[in-house]
């Protein structure tokens, strides 16, 4: 059975518009990952990208010193953007919950409903199994780099 997010362009475009700060988990020092892409990508839009990581946690990746997990990450953020396995949401999601995001994303490939339902019990925006760097550029969102 394939999942299909519900949200709208629109409702993609004002989620994306309402967050300035993202805590980016799995967080990879590899340009050729994903998550390293979509880091660079969305700091080129303006955003600040906390990334975590508990293999480079204390180091730097673009600018930005990585966290070992969400727990110990030194400020709020309005959205956790989640590039792990699905079975692995699980294991963070309650700790994305404490920390009151405005959304919690799972990329492309990341479907977890048990911890979609928990975060929606808490009051988070999910989306899941899309990308925000896919979204902005099929939207064309940010062509002015400010957030």
């Known amino acids: 059975m394939t999942f299909i997010d519900p949200h709208s362009d629109q409702q993609i475009s004002d989620i994306l518009h309402s967050v300035k700060t993202i805590a980016l988990v799995g967080a990879s020092d ?6 390293y892409r979509v880091m ?14 508990p293999r480079l946690a204390g180091q730097t990746l673009l600018g ?52 979609a339902e928990r975060a929606k019990n808490a009051g988070i925006d999910v989306v899941m199994d899309r990308c925000p760097k ?7 969102l940010f062509t002015q780099a400010t957030v």
């Open 40 to 53: 660079r990508f969305m700091q080129s839009k303006g955003f600040k990208i906390i990334p975590v990581s």
């Open 134 to 140: 896919k979204e902005i550029e099929q939207l064309g």
């Open 64 to 115: 930005e010193t990585v966290h070992a997990d969400l727990k110990s990450l030194p400020c709020p953020v309005d959205m956790v953007d989640l590039f792990v396995n699905s079975e692995r949401v699980l294991p963070v999601i309650d700790d994305a919950i404490a920390l009151a995001p405005k959304v919690v994303w799972m990329q492309i490939g990341v479907i977890n409903q048990e911890a």
């Open 30 to 35: 590899k340009e050729e990952r994903a998550s």
